[in-house]
């Protein structure tokens, strides 16, 4: 067990380098790729959120362990794919049209890849169009949208409505958040949950895939 402690212990520290190298370790022992995940990558990144909830960890740390666990599973993400291990869930992501803000958008990216999902990032300024392309691509369970601007929330019920006209509404779940959203705006748009934190993020996607089996 001492590996998968210290496999932990490096994304806890945001140790990159040393992350790869047990990653790299264990996958030459013959450790099983989704232990390493279920073992010590996603309560490592559980706990980072923890943290950071309880103003131990701020921005960087939190962007330095997500560094260290994207490092790790480099090495694991063709392996899962060869081996057809289920993620936890697949998301799209995205910052809608018109906003060019990332930073918020890739650290949920980035804790929900440590939770266990596959992420299907598709960057800023998003048209609707694109994660409906998305969605039908990568059969996505979750499509969450981010807006840092007062003025881009609108473009978050523009892309509910072009899901809905689509045909694909009730097969996904819609999470929303970034700085001006709050939990009546999602309401309001018909989204499926809001989440004010990355961390939180993490919890409400589970919670989603969680009804999509139901």
Known sequence: MP?????????????QKSARALTEAMLAEGVAPMDMITKSMVPAMDEVGRRFECEEYFVPELLLSARAMKGAMELLRPLLAASGAQPAGRVVIGTVKGDLHDIGKNLVASMLEGGGFEVVDLGADVAPEKFIDAVKNSGAQIVALSALLTVTMPSMRTTIEALNQAGLRSKV????????????FATEIGADGYSETASSAVQLARKLVAETAA
């Open 3 to 15: 590996e998968f402690e210290k496999l932990h212990q490096a994304i806890l520290e945001g140790d």
């Open 173 to 184: 779940k819609v999470m929303v958040g970034g700085a001006p959203v709050t939990p009546q």
